[in-house]
């Protein structure tokens, strides 16, 4: 019941192994911030030096964490994920997957594997990373192949899209989850729990965490129009407010609001001024409301500077979900037995708060109302004909 984290970044997947009875030998994490999260929150997980991967499984051997080879349980990962995001299929070189300069750290992780031959394999990314136009599927398909033959072990990748609302995870967010055995078993994934029932955004967010501060940008005081759960398009012909925008010109996140009886949108990592999703407050999430909606505990303590923080949160494993993988893992492979509900479930709230009042357009947006072309479909550039306004580029879908 041992793991060895590779791309740790600030603990997510490792705190929910954590919950579900695994102990963390060492951290691979090339990121010094995020380190130093680590090393706040969990000294005794050792922090692998040299920090970068490639380096790191050219040196490290398992007597270095006191075990043997075929000891370690878990070799556990979410390697860099924006070679396979789907925001990367918004920019001029598509997305290059693993042409992309990031994703050579694969083998980095490959040459731990061998190393290692742990009994269990766990590999967590973005939907792209295994599904689609240059995932890495293939490639990792082929490296197990290799190392089986070299090793005589078994490994046999299997994977599921999943999406964290629907194991109580506060947040729609759609994962790709990737498990490997040594022996060459099957693994059956855990069944959903809450598509139902989710667990909310209201449930998480009872009360505001951390400093909340005002929106910035040229669009900061329209947010207040827009309804809970709601985006930019309420402001078309196709929605119930003034229109101000041409339909799907726009980022999906531009104005993005959350609402109190729904899982929050996916929490990004890089988000500009009118980046969503923003609090039912008209007011951007604080780090700790995003880490929240992550369902990470309010104990844990995140550093650097906000910047650092938000990248942080938006990069993570949702720890609640890497806890019900790894209980899946401690049954079927460690005879492991978890009567009792995950440790890092989010509770729901018993009274529904009341939607927030919707506000009139203000008046300097009013400008815009009128007639306004939608976007032209697939391939057609941000908008029809490709021109935009140049006092409207701010959040225009790229």
């Known amino acids: 019941m041992t793991v060895l984290s590779t791309f740790s970044g600030t603990g997510g997947l490792d705190l929910g192994l954590e919950a579900a009875g695994f102990e963390t030998l060492g ?110 599927l293939p490639h990792l398909e082929h490296q197990l192949q290799l190392i089986n033959r070299r090793c005589g072990t078994r490994y046999e990748l299997q994977y599921e899209i999943v999406n964290a609302a629907d194991y109580g995870v506060p947040q729609v967010r759609r994962r790709a989850i990737a498990v490997a055995r040594r022996d060459g078993r099957p693994f059956d994934f855990p069944d959903p729990t809450h598509v139902d029932r989710p667990v909310t955004a209201g449930d998480a967010l009872r009360r505001p965490l951390g400093a909340p501060r005002a929106c910035s940008g040229y669009w900061a005081d329209l947010l207040p129009s827009i309804p809970e759960g709601e985006n930019y398009l309420w402001h078309t012909h196709r929605g119930g407010g003034e229109p101000i ?86 049954e079927q492979v460690f005879g492991g037995s978890l009567p009792h509900a995950p440790k890092l479930r989010i509770p729901r709230r018993r009274i529904k708060s009341a939607k927030s009042r919707v506000r009139p357009v203000p008046q300097q947006y009013r400008q815009h109302i009128g007639e306004h072309p939608d976007h032209g479909g697939t391939g057609m550039g941000p908008c029809p004909g490709g021109i935009v306004p140049k006092a409207q580029l701010e959040g225009v879908s790229r």
């Open 27 to 136: 951290c691979v994490e090339f990121d010094e911030v995020a380190r130093l999260t680590l090393e706040r929150n969990r000294p005794d997980w050792r922090l692998i030096e040299p920090t970068e991967i490639v380096a790191a499984s050219q040196m490290l051997r398992p007597r270095d964490l006191g075990i043997r080879k075929r000891d370690l349980g878990i070799l556990a990962g979410g390697p860099p994920c924006q070679p396979f995001s789907k925001a990367a299929q918004y920019r001029a070189t598509g997305r290059q997957g693993l042409e992309d300069s990031r994703s050579k750290c694969l083998a980095g992780f490959f040459r731990i594997l061998e190393t290692f031959l742990p009994r269990v394999v766990l590999i967590e990314n973005v939907a792209g990373f295994l599904n689609g136009r240059g995932s890495a």
């Open 245 to 330: 925008f041409g339909y799907r010109t726009r980022y999906w996140s531009f104005l993005l609001k959350l609402a109190k009886d729904l899982p929050s949108w996916t929490i990004a990592a890089s988000p500009g001024p009118s980046t969503g999703p923003f609090h039912w407050d008209n007011r951007p999430l604080t780090p700790e409301e995003m880490f929240r909606l992550q369902s990470f505990p309010q104990s844990w303590k995140v550093l650097g500077a906000e910047r650092d923080r938000i990248r942080q949160a938006g990069n993570a494993t949702p720890p609640l979900l890497a806890e019900i993988i790894g209980r899946a893992i401690s």
